[in-house]
């Protein structure tokens, strides 16, 4: 299952989302130093966001052998991250005076571009694959 490259970059955009769900989103700095910390699962919007990402991720894992699904599902996901990236970039600069932001705040960007990444090597693999089908059928073909 891992003997392709855009397996690794969909793989590694998948941890960065499900790694998401145990981080923290920001820290608010309170009165007397007094520190509360945000995770993206206590905001209910967020959490809806992140098991669709999530799960478009794990959809683009899983269809490795259907080519085309695979594709289009991984433009799908990034799409999403990239919509959940703006999403958090308005709540950034709408909050950004009262909150200390996490780092984490860009794994949506880095993960959407992972899976714009693995598109053309999807499509390079079943055009390879489809190369080779026609090539192998005109040989039995001409027997």
């Not at 970059?9 to 945000?38: K, Q, R, Y």
């Not at 959490?47 to 269809?63: E, G, K, S």
């Not at 999403?80 to 009262?98: A, C, N």
Request: aromatic residues 14%; hydrophobic residues 55%; positive net charge.
């Amino acid at each position: 299952m891992w003997t392709r490259i855009q397996i690794l970059f969909i793989g590694i955009a998948t941890i960065l989302t499900g790694s998401m769900f145990f981080c923290n989103m920001a820290t608010i700095i309170g009165a007397g130093g007094t520190e509360i910390t945000v995770g993206y699962h206590e905001k209910t919007p967020y959490l809806i966001m992140l098991i669709m990402l999530f799960t478009a991720q794990v959809a683009a894992l899983a269809c490795a052998k259907v080519r085309f699904l695979q594709m289009r599902v991984c433009v799908i996901a990034a799409l999403l991250q990239i919509g959940f990236q703006i999403w958090l970039g308005v709540d950034f600069f709408k909050f950004h005076s009262e909150m200390v932001f996490s780092f984490t705040m860009l794994f949506p960007f880095v993960s959407a571009v992972l899976d714009a990444i693995a598109v053309p090597y999807i499509m390079s693999d079943e055009m390879v694959v489809q190369t080779y089908n026609k090539l192998h059928h005109h040989k039995k073909s001409k027997k």
